[in-house]
């Protein structure tokens, strides 16, 4: 079987001369070169972290100290409260991430079509190698975040323990973000129809998280289906357990909410939804670079 040269078109029953390692090994440094370069940029996503973890800091500053009493409007205050950070804090997470990645593939596309095209890499070392080097670099978000929040919220347990479970929920929610963002951007050709699409689901994710309606099995159809496929959803739940940890009348107050699935289901559905976004991104670009 003959190979090829990194420039020439490669034809059927042709195959590369360099080994997927490499050529992941090589495209992985060349993205982390680019962003490099580029230091305005890692410098703005660290402020922009900064910024918005004193701003959660000083909207929610002391709201672990609220506690439940028999005065009903105090309860209904506190537990607005509660909802509100937690919900803060997911959907920026999650949102800050997705438009993060969803310009990624369709900024990119023009090169990657003309490189692929042209034999130079595969596209499965491609999406490997963009999807390591964005979100190992993204990661830095959630760790900010946590870092200018999470003590000044003075919740019970504010312990270092406490502090790292916190910060692993927003890990995961802002990987969540970005793999959506990441999945999303491969079905998309333009820059402007990526973005406008991704808002719209969006909204659709938040309109199930719990905020803007309860999502207990009482509620409508609507809201219910909504909830069952909106990573915030689970986000938050995980947040709002963390939040009500050790506080008197905790349980009630998240049956209220309808948020019942516990822990363990809501970081395994975020996982299955990490993973369920990665394999259709992989399989829609190879699907559409299968020609080449």
Known sequence: METYTALSRREPGQSRNVSFGRQYNLLTRRMYTQAVRVPV??????????????????????????????????????????????????????????????????????????????????????????????????????????????????????????????????????????????TFGTFMKNEVTATQLNMLFLIMFSFGAGFYANTGEDQNLAVRIISYISPMRYSTELLMTRVLAGKPGSDEVLDLLGFTWGSFACVNLLLGFIFGCFIIGWVTLLWKTRNY
């Open 41 to 182: 940029a890692f410098a703005a996503l660290v402020i922009m972290a900064f910024f918005q973890g004193i701003l959660q800091a000083e909207i929610f500053g002391s709201v672990g100290e609220g506690e439940y009493n028999t005065d009903l409007g105090n309860n209904s205050q506190i537990t607005g409260n509660f909802l509100g950070l937690s919900f803060l804090v997911c959907s920026d997470q999650f949102i800050t991430c997705s438009f993060a990645q969803v310009l990624q593939i369709p900024i990119a596309r023009p090169i990657f079509i003309r490189e692929v095209s042209n034999g130079m890499y595969s596209t499965s070392a491609y999406y490997l190698s963009m999807v390591t080097a964005t979100l190992t670099l993204f990661i830095l978000y959630p760790i900010v975040v946590t870092l200018t929040s999470f003590f000044f919220f003075r919740f019970d347990d504010s312990t270092f323990g406490a502090m790292l479970d916190w910060m692993m929920v927003l890990v995961l929610t802002a990987t969540a973000g970005g793999f959506w963002g990441f």
